[in-house]
């Protein structure tokens, strides 16, 4: 994802990042750092979910590649045309066989109504998570990139997340490790706009935000 201001922010964007700065001199600090770029709405679901499984466990540069011979694959990235095409022709385009095995499990959540996207407006974050998991390949820092990036869910914390890790050791520890425990009770202060202060911890350490 690259800065663009032409792109709506979120409507809770300034909120928040009034609310941070108020309550958190550190959080405050970065955000003025990196005042003119924000979070952006991503892709159709189903489309950024494919994205994510493809990238998974490669670097930026590889996944790009392979996702680039998939949409020549399958032009319209829709469950109904992934089911369309066979794995070895999946496989083709750099897929290893779990990842294909992957891509075609998502595309059946999809397709039979596991998952549901008419619900997600009422359902709580962590029912989304527990709904998006059950399908092979999602994990939860998947399915929490997917809320953050995706869905804008306001109040996201993905610890797992080793940039994220990275950033709060260096902003607010001088360095030095800590537990996830220490890590998660300074979240807490954060709430509830945990998505753009882990977003902004993210600018800290790359000011060019990346695109999952």
């Known amino acids: 994802m690259k ?5 709506a922010k979120p409507e809770y964007w300034e909120r928040a990042k009034r609310a941070l700065a108020r309550r958190d001199r550190v959080m405050g600090t970065i955000m003025r750092r990196h005042p003119r770029v924000h ?5 159709a679901p189903f489309l950024t979910l494919a994205r994510a499984i ?14 680039n011979k998939f949409l020549l694959l399958v032009s319209d990235v829709s469950p109904g045309e992934v089911l369309k095409v066979n794995a ?22 999809f397709a ?6 008419h619900r997600w407006p009422a359902m709580d974050d962590e029912a ?20 953050i990036f995706n869905l804008l869910r306001p109040d996201v914390l993905p610890l797992d997340d080793l940039g ?3 950033a709060i050791c ?43």
């Open 39 to 43: 979070l952006v709405p991503r892709g």
């Open 170 to 212: 260096l902003s607010y520890f001088k360095s030095r490790n800590i537990s996830l425990k220490t890590m998660r009770r300074l979240g807490e202060s954060w709430r509830p706009w945990r998505s753009v202060a882990t977003w902004y911890l993210w600018r800290s350490l790359d000011p060019l935000p990346v695109e999952y």
């Open 164 to 166: 994220l890790q990275k």
């Open 54 to 67: 493809v990238g998974q466990q490669i670097s930026v540069k590889a996944a790009q590649s392979v996702w």
């Open 3 to 7: 800065p663009d201001g032409k792109k």
């Open 128 to 147: 989304i998570i527990a709904e998006l998991t059950e399908v092979r390949g999602i994990g939860r820092w998947t399915a929490e990139m997917f809320l």
């Open 112 to 117: 039979d109504g596991r998952i549901h996207l």
């Open 88 to 109: 070895k022709q999946l496989r083709s385009c750099g897929l290893s066989a779990r990842k294909a095995e992957y891509i075609y499990d998502l595309a059946g959540h």
